[in-house]
């Protein structure tokens, strides 16, 4: 029934003389088909919790279950499995690769999942579509906007129906008509295709539209609110 969950989940940054903690004990549970969203000021642990759970870094201690899978105790060839085939991400730094164009970067994942090449290409046109690139196909990272470049990694994020998208701050190089209608899409997404998305944003529009926010405070879970509970002003 969960498609996440962390217990007593723990992160300590080594800096030599001195250890940073991000994440002071997290117990946390997300359903399968949640839209739910994590706040809290600048350096409060956000970040440091979506790329563990994605598998991109690990805790210090603490359990971590992804998708059914207990990343917590698995070798780093399993978490790229596990991301390759069930997690999409968009992180702050969008990660395209420069030598591929638009449509290939969105290709990519499907390459690595060994999809057929006119399925790829079919279903990469039809997401860069969707994210308002349509013209842009063939463009580098490098000839495209920032604001572009984060909706090809949300297009790659979602081109293969992962079955969780993990997304730090998706919006914040967007103007607001431009993350309005990527909210449109992954609000699609999800309730069409039942993807889970997690977010942390800063952005009130993203933060309105999620059915569930939660609040980190230097590295503490301050509060879980459920839409149409609880005073959505944290
Ligand atoms: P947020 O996403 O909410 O801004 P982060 O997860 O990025 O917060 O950071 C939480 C804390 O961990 C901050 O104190 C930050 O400085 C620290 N931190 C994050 N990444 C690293 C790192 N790679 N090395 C050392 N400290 C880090
Ligand atoms: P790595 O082993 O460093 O993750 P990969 O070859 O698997 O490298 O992926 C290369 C790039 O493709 C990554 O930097 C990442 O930005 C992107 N990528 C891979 N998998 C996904 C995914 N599931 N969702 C979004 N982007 C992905």
Redesign the pocket.
């Known amino acids: 029934k969960y498609i996440v969950e962390l217990e007593q989940v723990t992160k300590e940054?080594d800096?030599g003389a001195t250890k940073?903690r991000?994440l002071g004990g997290i117990d946390l549970t997300f359903e399968k088909g949640e839209f739910s969203v994590v706040m809290?000021p600048?350096?409060?642990?956000?970040?440091?919790?979506l790329n563990i759970v994605s598998g991109l870094d690990r805790a210090t201690s603490g359990k971590v279950r992804v998708v059914d899978v207990d990343t917590s105790a698995s070798d780093d060839g399993a978490l790229s499995r596990l991301r390759l085939e069930k997690i999409g991400f968009v992180f702050q730094a969008y990660n395209l690769i420069p030598v591929l164009t638009a449509v290939e970067n969105v290709e990519y994942v499907m390459l690595l999942q060994g999809r057929p090449p006119a399925e790829r290409w079919k279903r990469a046109k039809e997401m860069l579509e969707a994210v308002g690139l349509g013209g842009l196909h063939d463009r580098f990272p490098r000839e495209l906007s920032g604001g572009q470049q984060q909706r090809v990694a949300i297009a790659r994020a979602i081109a293969a129906e992962p079955v969780l998208v993990l997304a730090d701050e998706p919006t914040a190089n967007l103007d607001s008509k431009t993350a309005a209608s990527l909210m449109d899409l992954m609000e699609t997404l999800n309730r069409e295709k039942g993807i889970t998305f997690i977010f942390?944003t800063h952005d009130p529009s993203i933060v309105a539209r999620a059915r569930r926010k939660l609040t980190?405070h230097d590295?503490l879970l301050l509060e879980t609110e459920v839409a149409g509970k609880v005073d959505t002003d944290a």
């Open positions: 940054y800096l940073v991000a809290g600048s350096g409060s642990g956000k970040s440091t919790l942390s980190l590295g």
